[in-house]
């Protein structure tokens, strides 16, 4: 079964180097985080499904990697300098800060118990803000992006006359964010520097409410065929109170998280809000003249935006087992293979220079292909069991029978069975298991 607590979790990433907190020899810096050897090679493999998926499978998607740093013009004309805003709330008696809107009774702390102890709510702006020159104070006026999709609607011009895309046809981009959030929290389910995946796709104006369905239920399947049982998603359409200021109509993929249901991913028709408020700010029209109609319209947008942080939590929460073999107890994360850190684990049995030399050389066979970890240290069982916790899917033994019989032996992670199979058909065997 799925991690039903979240010390699951944030226990197995610290132990096995998925997720450190971040600066922690100095005490740590609340909600920021450092994804070690395993982590960042998953989130890798997060950012890669996605790109595989939208981008690379599709040839109405294109991909572009826009700058964090923006100035203040692109950030008014979107509306985020007047509108990216939190209620916030202090409490008089225990001092401590929360989002109003967050709060489950909005008299009563929930740290100190204080009742009517808020003061009146006040706008925050979560947007970071800096200088760009080299003197204090003197410098022009800049914004950290609190999303990638602004660099996708100032270039929709540079992209449409240089890919030659037409509507409907998508902007993709895979990126850093940030945002001063009020209440940070979860381990990495809310970060103020976070990593997003954001598609625009544009549309004949309309068209907009069949592409929304679209993808609302192509965002809801990716998730499922990585690995999280359908049981643990829903997809939730926003009520009219909680539409951002340019949505018609938002849906979120929400995933039973061990706190119960939250967002994953938001798929929101943002209309032609964007590129009208670019196109009146910079003077620069974001249109597209269709030869066939003859006719110039502004198009519509559908924008699905995911985390690749919380995607990553997600994934390793749904994946997280316990079971018991041979008569012990062990965790395993049941990672879809696309996921894992590792593809292949190559294990010789002994560490004695017998063996060492044709564990080698498969290890580098499979690593032109895969991403394979190699070790040779303690007994085969606690290797075995290692692979098992980081979601390795297959790992592949060498023994002293290899080198008499020119044979593997191949154990799969979910099942543990195992299975010999000569050296030369063993990169076949593993892409047929893999799945690619």
């Known amino acids: 079964?799925?991690?039903?607590?979240?010390?699951?979790?944030?226990?197995?990433?610290?132990?096995?180097?998925?997720?450190?907190?971040?600066?922690?020899?100095?005490?740590?810096?609340?909600s920021s985080y450092d994804y070690g050897p395993l982590g960042s090679l998953m989130l890798r493999n997060v950012r890669e499904a996605w790109i595989r998926t939208m981008v690379q499978q599709r040839d109405d998607v294109v991909l572009i990697d826009a700058a964090i740093l923006g100035p203040p013009q692109v950030f008014?004309?979107?509306?985020?300098?007047?509108?990216?805003?939190d209620p916030l709330v202090d409490c008089t008696k225990c001092k401590q800060r929360f989002r109003e809107d967050h709060l489950i009774d909005r008299d009563v702390c929930p740290n100190c118990a204080a009742v009517g102890a808020f003061t009146e709510a006040r706008a925050f702006n979560l947007m970071f803000k800096t200088e760009a020159g080299p003197i204090q104070g003197a410098?022009?006026?800049?914004?950290?992006?609190?999303?990638t999709a602004q660099g996708m609607f100032v270039n929709f011009t540079n992209v449409l006359q240089t890919s030659?895309?037409?509507p409907p046809f998508g902007i993709a981009q895979v990126g850093k964010s940030f945002r001063n959030e009020i209440t940070p929290g979860n381990f990495i389910f809310r970060t103020r520097e976070f990593e997003q995946m954001e598609l625009?796709?544009?549309?004949?104006?309309?068209?907009?409410?069949?592409?929304?369905?679209?993808?609302?239920?192509?965002?809801?399947?990716?998730?499922?065929?990585?690995?999280?049982?359908a049981e643990m998603l829903m997809l939730r359409p926003h009520d009219a109170d909680e539409l951002s200021?340019?949505?018609?109509?938002?849906?979120?993929?929400?995933f039973l998280y061990p706190w119960g249901w939250g967002?994953?991913?938001?798929?929101?028709?943002?209309?032609?809000?964007?590129?009208?408020?670019?196109?009146?700010?910079?003077?620069?029209?974001?249109?597209?003249?269709?030869?066939?109609?003859?006719?110039?319209?502004?198009?519509?947008?559908?924008?699905?935006a995911a985390g690749v942080n919380r995607a990553m939590a997600a994934f390793l929460l749904a994946a997280y087992d316990e079971d018991v073999v041979n008569d012990e107890p062990r965790t395993v994360l049941r990672l879809h293979p696309r996921l894992a850190p590792y593809k292949v684990a190559v294990l010789p049995l002994s560490k004695k220079d017998t063996l060492t030399p044709l564990a080698k050389q498969i290890y580098a066979g499979l690593a032109d292909r895969y991403m394979v970890e190699y070790d040779e240290?303690?007994?085969?069982?606690?290797?075995?069991?290692?692979?098992?916790?980081?979601?390795?899917?297959?790992?592949?033994?060498?023994?002293?029978d290899s080198l008499d019989d020119n044979a593997v032996t191949i154990r799969e992670r979910d099942t543990t069975a195992q299975v010999r199979v000569p050296i030369d058909s063993l990169e076949s065997e593993i892409r047929a298991r893999l799945g690619f």
């Open 245 to 254: 200021h340019y949505s018609t109509g938002t849906s979120d993929v929400e």
């Open 164 to 166: 030659r895309k037409k």
């Open 76 to 85: 008014e004309a979107s509306g985020h300098l007047a509108n990216f805003s």
């Open 139 to 147: 410098g022009a006026e800049v914004y950290m992006r609190p999303e």
């Open 1 to 30: 079964m799925a991690a039903t607590e979240l010390d699951q979790i944030v226990n197995l990433c610290k132990r096995r180097g998925f997720v450190y907190p971040s600066a922690e020899i100095y005490g740590g810096f609340r």
């Open 377 to 400: 240290t303690q007994a085969i069982g606690r290797r075995y069991r290692r692979q098992d916790e980081i979601g390795t899917p297959l790992c592949v033994t060498v023994d002293f």
């Open 200 to 229: 625009e796709f544009f549309v004949p104006p309309a068209d907009g409410p069949k592409w929304y369905e679209y993808w609302c239920a192509t965002r809801l399947q990716w998730y499922i065929d990585l690995g999280i049982p």
């Open 263 to 304: 967002e994953l991913e938001g798929i929101a028709q943002r209309t032609d809000y964007d590129l009208k408020q670019h196109t009146q700010y910079s003077g620069e029209k974001l249109d597209y003249f269709d030869q066939a109609a003859n006719e110039r319209y502004v198009p519509f947008v559908i924008e699905p």
